[in-house]
C-alpha cells in the first residue's frame, strides 16, 4: 500500500508562507489524484485542494483559492502546496491525500492518507 509523508510544517505569523511536502513511496498513476486535506481545532477534516496526477486541472477550497496553490513533481513523486498571506483559520493538520482514479473535485473520493504536519498561524 502506498504510503505519503508529509513535511514543511510550522509556525509562522500571519501573512506569512509555508510550503508543505509530500513524498509518495510508490508512483503514482496519471489518472489519479492527489490533494491536500486540513483538519483545524474543532473541526472536520476538509479537502483544500487537488491535482490530477497526470497534469491539468486543480481544485481548491473557496477558503484557500487565490492563497495556496498546489503542485507536483512527478520526477520526485512529489507533491506540493505552496501556502502564502496565512491567516489563524488556516491552523491545523495538514494531510497530503490520494484518490485512485476518482474525480479530483469530489474530496470525499480520496482514501490514502499520510499522518500529517502540523501548521499554527499567529496573528
Known amino acids: 500500500q502506498v504510503q505519503l509523508l508529509e513535511s514543511g510544517g510550522g509556525s509562522v505569523q500571519a501573512g506569512g508562507s509555508l510550503r508543505l511536502s509530500c513524498v509518495a513511496s510508490e508512483y503514482i498513476s496519471v489518472s489519479d489524484c492527489m490533494g491536500w486535506f486540513r483538519q483545524s481545532p474543532g473541526q472536520e477534516r476538509e479537502g483544500i485542494a487537488s491535482?490530477?496526477?497526470?497534469?491539468?486541472?486543480?481544485f481548491y477550497a473557496d477558503s484557500v483559492k487565490g492563497r495556496f496553490t498546489i503542485s507536483q513533481d512527478k520526477d520526485k513523486n512529489t507533491l506540493y502546496l505552496q501556502m502564502d498571506n496565512l491567516k489563524p483559520e488556516d491552523t491545523g493538520t495538514y494531510y497530503c491525500?490520494?484518490?485512485?482514479?476518482?474525480?479530483?473535485?469530489?474530496?470525499?473520493?480520496?482514501?490514502?492518507w499520510g499522518q500529517g504536519t502540523q501548521v499554527a498561524v499567529s496573528s
Open positions: 491535482i490530477y496526477t497526470g497534469g491539468g486541472n486543480t
Open positions: 491525500a490520494l484518490g485512485k482514479q476518482v474525480y479530483c473535485g469530489n474530496f470525499r473520493l480520496f482514501g490514502y
